[in-house]
């Protein structure tokens, strides 16, 4: 694998020395000035320039909400990533059991098995008097975690499964337990050569979180489909939202293959 | 000591009924040909490997039973792989603190102390701060066997240190076991490095299919082996 990541950044390099004339990357280019289209005509345009307001919360809220459930998926899937690689029968059918059923599912309707089942039965539970249903911000947190707490296990798994077996034999040779053996030696090494995966799974939970529309959550694509599509020219206030995601996604995507070339060319 | 040591992988029996002895600070050779057991052996005296049948003793404590914990045995048995098995996100210098703090726990202080005596011993003081990656092969070995004796061992295991190695780096690892078995340290060496036999060991142990065929001290072995198959073993490697 470490291989083969090595030769596609020694390609890129080179790709980037010679920046012929066929490769350059027009697409970004034709990206850049459609976008400058876009936004010009917003701006030129008083009801439009409204709008943005609406879109400045839209794409805070998508961020926030993102990072939130991403935060919380990080640690879920690590439990249950740990759970999957387990020797205890018990603990293995239980995580297996929650990746299947979660990848399983598409995300829309674990989003709406958050809202309708999950939070009111919270909310009895605690008695919460509805507190909790009426947060639509934690309510899509939850859901986005959940389901992404699965991808990230089978990451995770890969990742452990990736270390070879005289590493951890190394370390209990050296007295370390079992955990500490996971949490020293294994884990460490493991995460180091996911980082581009986990970040990859990143960008594809920030596009999913435009699912949370559907349950009334304020981000982006909610303003999208309120503001933009009731009014007149629907064609460059979708393009607008669409945009938006864009930059995200090619932003982080940059700053995976940053990781993913600082990661290979590291020293292993 | 091990007793009735049986072994097997699925249907292959890779140990049958072996009955082994240690004494303390002897150095005790083990030969023979690939798939004979040898790894197997070393890897059921700390449990990497959990025998199917028999008891092993390592200073008092049996293994098998339900008192023995584990980790405190193994801290007590060091081992050195083929592959050095050094962890590639630590430095030379964590590589050898890590367990001392974690499962000795000693300080921070103390742990690196020790390390770096035991650096300065093996002879790579300068090295430290490296990561194993930036090291040769027989550098990366001798920070592995640095790495085992900073658990203050009992008993050292070595399973084929040389046979990874370039031969211009096989011989400052030897060196570094042969000044460990001068100081008495009790040692059990898969290896077939006959001039490190000859020059250290105590007895020479000659595995085939999972059993011991011969044992001896190595005067002996070498020039008045008892059985054909060692004759035939020895006159394989012997050139
Ligand atoms: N984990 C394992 N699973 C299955 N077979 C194994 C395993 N480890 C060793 N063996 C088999 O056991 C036999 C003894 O292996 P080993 O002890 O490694 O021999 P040696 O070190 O003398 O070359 C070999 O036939 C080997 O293929
Ligand atoms: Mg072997």
Known sequence: ??????????????????LSFSRAPYWLIILLILFLITFYA???????????????????????????????????????????????????TLATLYVEVMRGVPLLVIIFYAQFVIMPWIDDVLAFQKALLRNTFITGVIAL?????????EVYRAGIESIERGQSEAARSLGMSHFQTMRYIVLPQAVRRVLPAL???????????SLLSAIGITELTYWGKTKVAASANTFLG????????????????????????RTSSGRR | ?????????????????????????????????????????????NHLEVPDKGRIVIDGVELNSKSANINKVRAEVGMVFQRFELFPHLTVLENITLAQRIVRGRSQQEAERIARQLL???????????????????????????????????????????????????????????DLAREGMTMVVVSHEMGFARAASNRIVFMDQGRIVEMGDPGVFFTNPQHERTRAFLSKILH
């Open chain 1, 238 to 261: 979708w393009n607008t939202v669409a945009f938006l995601y864009l930059i995200l996604s090619l932003l982080l995507s940059l700053v995976v293959k940053w990781i993913e070339r």
């Open chain 1, 199 to 209: 970040g990859n799974d990143f960008i594809a939970m920030l596009k999913d979180s």
């Open chain 1, 1 to 18: 694998m470490s291989a083969e990541i090595e030769a596609g950044t020694r390609s890129d390099r080179g790709r980037g020395l010679s």
């Open chain 2, 120 to 178: 300065e011993k093996v002879g790579i003081p300068e090295k430290a701060g490296s990561y194993p990656a930036q090291l040769s092969g027989g550098q990366q070995q001798r920070v592995a066997i640095a790495r085992a004796l900073a658990m203050q061992p009992k008993i050292m295991l070595f399973d084929e240190p040389t046979s990874a190695l370039d031969p211009e780096m096989i011989k400052e690892v030897l060196d570094v076991m042969l």
């Open chain 2, 1 to 45: 000591m091990m007793q009735g040591i049986t072994k097997r992988f699925g249907k292959l029996v890779a140990l049958d009924n072996v009955d082994l002895e240690v004494r303390r600070g002897e150095v005790l050779m083990i030969i023979g040909p690939s798939g004979s057991g040898k790894s197997t052996l070393l890897r059921c005296i």
């Open chain 1, 145 to 153: 975690a959940l389901g992404y707490a699965a991808y990230l296990a």
């Open chain 1, 42 to 92: 917003i701006l030129s345009s008083e009801t439009y320039a409204s709008a943005l307001t609406f879109i400045a919360e839209g794409i805070q809220l998508t961020i926030a909400i993102s990072v939130a459930a991403y935060a919380v998926a990080l640690i879920v899937g690590l439990i249950i990533g740990l759970g999957r690689v387990s020797k205890n029968p018990i603990i293995y």
